[in-house]
């Protein structure tokens, strides 16, 4: 089936130790979305890539940026993680279906949950 | 781009109807509406998506005034494997980019 995959589902990193999150995607889809979700809260989009145009938002920290090495893979590094950077994070994409009907559905991979000791 | 809020919870019992609303009163013309379903520890589930007037599938409705101002899903005959975060989301195409907003959530809570 085609879906949404990240890799590790649990990742422990320390203060400071750079860490990178994957997201593949058997989709074909040219937009690829990261999220960011705390606790109890709504998920938060840090960026996303429309095919190789890469997109932040506005209060996205420096102290994360994404590489998107082709159409199928996107990765979120995190330069100096901090205690308030544990969270959920969620890759998501979204395109074309393969009928060629343009759509705005977001599909989710499953989530990677950073912690930060 | 639409700030989106919603109930924070609701509590429904098996075989009700339920109906969650969302409230994007800055809603964009290119903007669409989608709900997601999300399980603790799991990714959104997508449940539904609209522009306006109304959409059904064969697992909700999505009612979309003509204002587009909010929208509401709707569950027919919940069961309790329908308890669950849902949020809305709002946003689409924005000028060769895209922009998203979460709505705040509204955990659903079925009971027998």
């Known amino acids: 089936d085609a879906m949404v995959i990240q890799n590790p589902r649990y990742q422990v990193t320390q203060f400071g130790k750079p860490v990178t999150l994957s997201c593949s995607q058997t989709?074909?889809?040219?937009?690829m979305y990261w999220y960011q979700q705390k606790s109890s809260q709504a998920p938060k989009l840090l960026f996303h890539?429309?095919?190789?145009?890469?997109?932040n938002e506005a209060d996205t920290p420096d102290n994360f940026q994404s590489r998107r090495p082709n159409t199928s893979f996107c990765f979120l590094d995190i330069r100096s993680p901090g205690l308030g950077d544990a969270a959920m994070y969620l890759c998501?994409?979204?395109?074309?279906?393969?009928?060629?009907?343009?759509?705005?559905?977001?599909?989710f991979g499953p989530g990677t949950r950073l912690t930060v000791t | 781009l639409a700030k989106t809020t919603q109930p924070i919870s609701m509590d429904s019992y098996e075989g009700q109807e339920v109906n969650i609303t969302c409230s994007h009163n800055?809603?964009?013309?290119?903007?669409?509406i989608t709900w997601y379903q999300q399980f603790p520890s799991q990714g959104p589930r997508f449940i539904i998506q609209?522009?306006?007037t109304k959409v059904t599938n064969e697992v909700a409705s999505l009612f979309i005034p003509a204002d587009r101002k909010s929208s509401t899903l709707s569950l027919p005959r919940v069961s309790l494997s329908d308890t669950a975060v849902y949020y809305c989301?709002?946003?689409?195409?924005?000028?060769?980019?895209?922009?998203?907003?979460f709505g705040t959530g509204t955990r659903l809570k079925v009971l027998a």
């Open positions: 609209g522009y306006k």
């Open positions: 800055n809603i964009a013309t290119n903007d669409y």
């Open positions: 989301l709002v946003g689409g195409p924005d000028g060769g980019t895209y922009k998203y907003i």
């Open positions: 998501a994409t979204s395109g074309l279906q393969l009928t060629g009907k343009g759509t705005y559905e977001q599909y």
């Open positions: 989709l074909n889809h040219n937009v």
């Open positions: 890539y429309y095919d190789k145009d890469f997109n």
